[in-house]
């Protein structure tokens, strides 16, 4: 079994300016996926005020199939890690196409990611570690937030994470 942690990201180093978000996204080499169509009668990010609040979201790598998998058994936690990564590009994706800008998003305020994982896995943390290191990288302080990270034995359609969020963004 995965024993290892993952290091926590340092988001922003004391001193350093504020690159533009999509600078950011460009310089740490990430590539935004399209925003999915949802699965069902549902939106993908609802806003309510200041407030964004999105529906889970899958991995999918930018111009790749969806990952699919189960940690512990055909997955490991590095797997699920890279995963959860991938769900970071993909929620960073529609909160783009709902602002226009990243640099509207205020704050990152909570995260909530499932594990699809076997019996006895207990490091669900380390793996949405991947989505919470990769929001911390682009958005710096503004993505470091509160979470949840939950095991569960299945997912839709064979994902081995989902991850949704609340973020705090700019009034319009």
């Known amino acids: 079994m995965f024993q290892r942690t993952f290091a926590a990201a340092k988001p922003i180093a004391a001193g350093l300016r504020r690159v533009h978000t999509e600078n ?23 806003r309510s005020g200041n407030m964004i609040y999105t529906a889970g979201h899958l991995p999918q790598p930018a111009g790749g199939d969806l990952i699919k998998g189960k940690i512990g058994a ?25 602002l226009g800008d990243l640099d509207k998003v205020k704050r990152i305020v909570k995260v909530v990611g499932f594990v699809n994982c076997v019996d006895g896995f207990t490091a669900q943390p380390s793996v949405i570690n991947g989505c919470s290191d990769t929001l911390g990288k682009i958005f ?33």
């Open 140 to 172: 710096g302080e503004r993505g470091v937030h509160a979470r949840s990270a939950v095991g569960t034995n299945a997912l839709p359609l064979g994902i081995p994470v989902e991850v949704e969020c609340v973020v705090e963004v700019e009034d319009n």
């Open 24 to 46: 950011r996204i460009k310089e740490l080499g990430y590539v935004l996926p399209g925003v999915a169509e949802p699965k069902g009668t549902y939106r993908t990010c609802v």
């Open 74 to 98: 055909d997955l490991t936690a590095e797997d699920g890690y890279e995963a959860a990564h991938h769900v970071a590009l993909a929620l960073c994706a529609t909160l783009k196409a709902e």
